[in-house]
């Protein structure tokens, strides 16, 4: 059986932490930023982990 090939979009986005957990970039940063307040904006600016839920698909995804 050949090796499972990194989904290189999920390898863009996404990066292993020391601890092994997954993390991730928050969504709706990208553009009309004008209606959001400044505290959301702030808040979005930090990166976050992957769920419990996901983790396991976003593994087989980055070949792990």
Excluded: F, W
Excluded at 8 to 33: D, E, F, P, Q
Excluded at 57 to 64: E, F, H, I, S
Aim: proline share 2%; hydrophobic share 25%; charged share 40%.
């Amino acid at each position: 059986m050949p090796k499972q090939k990194t989904c290189r979009a999920a390898y863009k986005r996404l990066k292993v932490t020391g601890t092994g957990k997954l993390k991730r970039r928050k969504a709706n940063k990208s553009h009309i930023l004008t209606k959001k307040h400044q505290k959301r904006k702030r808040g979005l600016r930090q990166a976050t982990l992957v769920s419990k839920a996901d983790e396991g698909r976003l593994r087989r995804l980055l070949g792990k």
